[in-house]
Nanobody, 120 residues
Framework: QVQLVESGGGLVQAGGSLRLSCLASGSIRSINAMGWYRQAPGTQRELVAGITSSGSTNYSDSVKGRFIISRDNAKNVGFLQMNSLKPEDTAVYYC??????????????WGQGTQVTVSS
């Protein structure tokens, strides 16, 4: 039906930047909210940032002022620009999307995750 594929993760030094992308493909009529979550070893998955179809955004306190979420509705792609990265940002980052699918209806999907490692 729908696939979400993340890219852009990697290893970066503290203070550096990375840009994650999440490309949605399949029988997509439209995408409602999109979000980025992360999960470090031994912790629960947590919301990092979210964006509605109209562009309203929200951020966790831990990344506010450093990360920027955006999207391109025409291309069904979302982005997470991560600046001033800290070692505590190290985690697997997951894309999530609430999708309206042709002839099926509304469903929620997760990407496979991309590793972000920040060295001190």
């Amino acid at each position: 039906q729908v696939q979400l594929v993340e890219s852009g993760g990697g290893l970066v030094q503290a203070g550096g930047s990375l840009r994650l992308s999440c490309l949605a493909s399949g029988s997509i009529r439209s995408i409602n909210a999109m979000g980025w979550y992360r999960q470090a070893p031994g912790t629960q998955r947590e919301l990092v940032a979210g964006i509605t179809s109209s562009g309203s955004t929200n951020y966790s306190d831990s990344v506010k002022g450093r990360f920027i979420i955006s999207r391109d509705n025409a291309k069904n792609v979302g982005f997470l620009q991560m600046n001033s990265l800290k070692p505590e940002d190290t985690a697997v980052y997951y894309c999530n999307a609430d999708v309206n699918i042709f002839w099926v209806g509304r469903r929620n999907f997760w990407g496979q995750g991309t590793q972000v490692t920040v060295s001190s």
